[in-house]
């Protein structure tokens, strides 16, 4: 789209204008980077709260956090809080989880993971005595993958392919060209520790069996900064982070659906709402689907290298369908965080990933806040939601006729399993789908975390944080460099820091 009209500052305020598209953890942390850097900031969100695939349902008086549920890497939060000149724990506590989460096998054993080393020795050892030392020699390697992958290139810009060759020697030299699961394997024997220390990809997206061995940095990274919960949910962090923007001066607008990026030649203008209101900018993030960005919000005349074409070529994430319930009593036996697999890995992922079949049987996540947090439902409650990975809307299943029986098997294996006879103490309820990850969240696909993060479509492989189509176009969240999961869309924001220019350079 097009735009004539120079930009009109708003009155009083003549500052360089940014527009941020989606108020997602990526779109926030990105307003108060720019806030901080000079910038007036509006934020634009399509729906009725801020979040995005952090959004919060509210109901029969239960909290139900849509999203993220895992909090690593908090130092990235508390860097947004201090850029403002104030402190996180003003608005938000964070809780440290031991165990971080627990694993339950198919077989009946279980897993529990902690931060603390020798903890984790006793738990190896308890499964598979002879797999102690090959679990040293993997961690040893997650944490120098977690200094190349996260600390030294997860801000890093990718804007060109100079930037990926100073990094092709340490991909080579770790290995990256393996599978996370293949050099898990190359360390410990045992299958079950082997899924343990495999299947965190999943939590950005990704398949074990394809992504690249760099995500084995994962271990690491929740060992040396922990896992966390944000007491009152998720969306207490979306609410202080959206404080931080208001105290920059900057402004957030729900319900305002951008359709559009206004360019003049192959510099961005501004953006036009469905209501048909134009808003100037010198600067405009997009917090969106980076498919979404590009597919419908740029015209197509102005794209060069993420055309139709090529988007349909990418490879995407999973589906996801989460299933959010609250009941009547509690289930004290059962944790905060529970990886219920079940009697496949290889073949469920296989199923998921390459053959997009909806298959009988699969691995879930529950999650369980009032473990920590008795107040996300009413006294002598329990919230809950459950996840299970599935295959996103490529596969053409039909979400509106499967979504019931899904839930009904899903439910039966809880029954079976983590809590029985559940069902019957069930007050409150509802599903979300692939399709409305589509319908409501605009994700390509439908997709859980956006591309699937394999080692073609990783750095400089995905969509620039710096657009490569328009100037003053510029991307966040999990669409982008460095990819899905909270440490992932803050950096991504980080990066803004390196290739946007300061707000006095528009003056």
């Known amino acids: 789209m097009t735009m004539m009209a120079p930009p009109q500052p708003a009155v009083g305020d003549d500052r360089p204008h940014a527009v941020v598209i989606g108020s997602g953890f990526g779109g926030l942390a990105a307003a108060i980077r720019l806030g901080a850097r000079g910038y007036r900031v509006t934020v634009l969100e399509r729906l009725d709260q801020p979040g995005g695939r952090a959004r919060v349902f509210r109901q029969d008086g239960f909290t139900f956090d849509a999203g993220p549920t895992i909090v690593t890497a908090p130092q990235l939060f508390a860097e947004l809080w201090e850029l403002c000149g104030r402190r996180m724990e003003e608005d938000v506590t964070l809780r440290a989880l031991s165990p971080f989460y627990t694993l339950r096998f198919d077989d009946g054993s279980r897993f529990d993971c902690f931060g603390d080393p020798a903890a984790m020795r006793r738990e190896v050892a308890r499964l598979s005595p002879g797999d102690v030392a090959g679990y040293e020699r993997f961690m040893r390697l997650s944490a120098a ?84 919960w944000a007491m009152g949910g998720t969306g207490q962090l979306v609410q202080g982070l959206c404080g931080l923007v208001r105290g920059q001066g900057g402004r957030i607008r729900l319900g305002a659906d951008v359709a559009g990026i206004l ?59 989460v299933w959010y319930f609250g009941a009547r009593r509690r289930f004290d036996a059962v944790g905060h965080h529970t990886i219920l697999l079940g009697p496949r890995y290889r073949g469920l992922l296989h199923d998921i990933f390459e053959r997009k079949v909806l298959a009988p049987d699969f691995s879930l996540y529950l999650h369980r806040p009032t473990a920590t947090d008795p107040g996300m439902a009413p006294p002598g409650c329990d919230a809950f939601y459950v996840l299970a990975p599935v295959p996103n809307l490529a596969s053409g299943i039909d979400w509106q006729a499967q979504a019931e029986p899904f839930r009904q098997a899903v439910a039966r294996r ?65 669409g982008t460099h460095p990819g899905a999961g909270l440490p992932g869309v803050l950096s991504s924001a980080r990066v803004l820091d390196k290739v946007v220019p300061h707000a006095h350079a528009h003056a």
């Open 263 to 321: 360019c003049e030649g192959r510099r961005v203008r501004g953006v036009a709402l469905a209501n048909g209101e134009r808003i100037a900018a010198e600067v405009v993030v997009s917090n969106a689907d980076s498919a979404w960005t590009y597919r419908h919000l740029l015209d197509g005349a102005a794209r060069r290298r993420w055309t139709d074409r090529r988007l349909d070529r990418t490879r995407s994430s999973m589906g996801l369908f």
């Open 414 to 478: 809880l029954s079976d399993t983590l809590l029985p006879g559940f069902e019957a103490d069930i007050v409150t309820s509802r599903v979300m789908t692939p399709q409305d990850f589509r319908d409501d969240l605009l994700a390509f696909r439908g997709s859980g975390f956006g591309m699937e993060p394999i080692l073609t479509q990783s750095a400089w492989f995905r969509p620039h944080n710096r657009s490569e189509e328009v100037a003053g176009l510029y991307l966040v969240g999990a």
């Open 145 to 228: 993958l977690c200094r190349m992958g996260f600390e030294e290139l997860g801000d890093a810009s990718f804007a060109g392919l100079a930037d990926m060759a100073r990094a092709v020697p340490g991909l080579l030299r770790y290995g990256a060209w393996r599978s996370v699961h293949a050099t898990v394997a190359r360390h410990v024997r045992d299958e079950r520790l082997r899924t343990a220390f495999s299947f965190h990809p999943l939590l950005i997206g990704g398949n074990p069996f394809r992504a690249s061995a760099i995500y084995a940095l994962i271990p690491h990274l929740e060992r040396h900064w922990g896992v966390h």
